[in-house]
Structures are given as structure tokens and as C-alpha cells.
């Protein structure tokens, strides 16, 4: 009999964790945060009682709480090398911004990194009476689903997973083993995105239109992955201007840029950034600003990061155009922004005059991939939806009771469940 514990990400999208228990192992999936002031941690696990963590991407949500496992006891953690990359500079990032509300500093990070186990998809490893092994989730660069193995027993562990290709990421695949249970996200499940070639044709062609005028274009986009798929498009698109990359989503860069098997194209990926003016600091910024025609900055909501900058020099110039890439989150800058067309330049709401729009570009699989590949799934196996919010959650679960006949539930924190 295997156990299962839900401990966050559970009926919101934040601070996932889920407790995998059988007779000999207990293996910790994901320990995340919910970002905020104070960050939102889960449910309480004491580190001794851990054999070990898997960590499916290096986003906070899924990754944020892992340093807490080494305050005192000395735990391995596994992930993609890719993953254990970009958790160093996410992770490092966050405690420089919140270190006052941390239970862990610097000095955890560090000794995280001599237990951590870089694995690749596919190699399996084995924890007592488990075995488990990653597969590429498509989500961002070196994410993966788990796939865990336990006498007879099969589980599935999606993280978060997108089934279309995108530039640099190659889209999950449904995997061919039966299972017994599977644990899903759920982020759009209600939501379906547009199709992606005609998406990047229209973002290509709004921004060539802006830049033939004599305009820039300001493209706010997440550090991770959001930001280097935009260039990529561009450069598919074999578009000529002047373009520069700033904020974190530099030292991203390099580390996929270290670890070549975190792009689909590692070549092609080269050659797009080669083309890039990498910002190299605040006299830098200041010069190239003037000659750029598009400029790729963090953070993707505005709500902070170099893109403030880049909103205080261009947002006022009709000529200038802002296309907002990513997922807006109410009440942020960007979601503000697209609603009122106001934002805080020096601290006074200031009336935008370039064009700001938005292009729905997302590294989650939207409703019909979704439905898509829990219909692919073989076998009957449980399926447990998290990571959504309360209503999308709800959705997926009563949509696999209704339409597929199997076992659908929306768990809440702290329920537990054994198969
Ligand atoms: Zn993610
Ligand atoms: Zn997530």
C-alpha cells in the first residue's frame, strides 16, 4: 500500500508538496512556497523522517522551501542538473529579497548543493522499496513529471507540464506505463490558449510593425524560460533589430547556455543569444536603452526588476509599444496596466501612451491538453488534481469523474489517501 499526504499546492497554485509514504520510504515531492510577505510555506515535515526529495522544476512554488531540509539534517535531494541550476539563482534571489521572513539563509543554499543529486530523464533511482525516474514536463527548461514505482504500484507526479512545444522546451509526452494513481496540475484547466504558430506570427508582427515606425518595444517576460523563448521567437522569425536581455533572466541564460541539454536546440538556442546585447550593468542600461529596438526584461508582471527602468523611459512615448508575454496575476502592475492603461512611474500613477497589449504565450498545458493527456493515460489510475485554483481544481476533478469514470479528487491540505 503506498500513502499519499498532500501538504501544499493543494486547491490554489503555490507551495506545492506531497508526502509519498510506503512500507520502507518516504519520499518528499516538491516543497515550494507561495510567495508573498510573509512567503507561505506547507504543512510541517520533519526532515529526519525524509529518505529523500525529487524536485520537478525550479520554480519557487515547487522548489522555494527545499533549503528548510538543511538546517540540521543532511537529506539528498534530486532534480535535473538544469533544475538544480536554476534553483541556485531563484532560490538565492528570493532570500536576498525576503531574508527577514526566512526560516534559512545563504548558508542553507550552500549546503544544499553538496546533497543534491543531478540526475537525467529516465535514469532510475532507487530509495529502499522505491524507484522512481524523471520525464521531460515540457514546462521550462530541465523540468520533469516523476514517475515512481513501488512494488506493483505506479505513480505519477506531473509538477507542472505543458504537451506543446514551444521553442526551447520539447512538450511532455503521455507517458506509456499503466498507473494506479496520478497526481495533476491544474493551472488552466479551465482556460484554453491560442494556438502557438499563430500567436508567435501575430507577436513577430506587431513588434516588426512598432520597430518599422521607429519605435521600441518594451517585452516584460518571466526570468525563467519566458524571456529566452521570446528572443528564440524572434530570431525563428529571423527578425534583425537590436535586441538586449536584462534582470535574472541573464544568469538564466548562462546556465542554460553551461548546460546545453536544457534546450531543445542548444545550437539554435546559442545562435539566438548570440545575437542579444547582454546587459552588463547601470551605465550599460543607460547607453543601450537609447539604440535597442526591443529589450527582454524581468519581472514579467512589473512587479519589479529591470523593467521598471525600461517602463520609466519608454512608457510615455506613443511611438513605443509594451507586450506583455505572460500570465498577469490581479492586482499586479502588468494586470493593471492591460485594465487601466496606469502605471507607477516614480511612485505616481502615470497615464501609459505606448501601446500596451498582451500575447497569451504559457508554459501550462491549457484545457484540451489537459483533458487530452488524462484521456491517453492507460490503465485506471486514481487521479488527484492540485495546483489550480479552488474552481479549476474542482473542474478537473469532477471532469475525470464525468467523463473518463475514474476516481477524480480535488484534495484539500493535509488529506491523505492510499491505493
Ligand atoms: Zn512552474
Ligand atoms: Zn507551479
Redesign the pocket.
Known sequence: MVKLRFMGGTHK?GG?AVQVISDEANLLLEYGVKPGTPPEFPGHIRAKDLDAIVVGHA?L??SGGVPLFYLSEKKPYFATRTTSELMKILIKDMIKLNSYYLPFEYLELDKMQKYRNDIVYGQKVKVKDMEFSLLDAGHIPGSAMVDIKVGDKKLLYTS?FNTIQTRICRGAKVPRRKYDAVIIESTYAMHEHPERKQLEEEFVKEIKSTVNDGGKVLVPAFAVGRSHEMISVLHAHKFKGYMLLDGMARAVNQAMLDVPDSVKTPKTYAQAMAGVHIIRGWRDRRQIVKKADVIVAPSGMLQGGTVMFYMEKLAQNANNSVYIVSFQVPGTNGAKLLETGMFPIKDRETRVNAKVKHFDFSSHSGRTPLQKFLRGLKGKPDVYVI?GEEESCDFLAEWVRDELDLKGVAPNQEEEFTF
Open positions: 497554485v506545492n520554480h512554488d515547487h507542472d495546483h
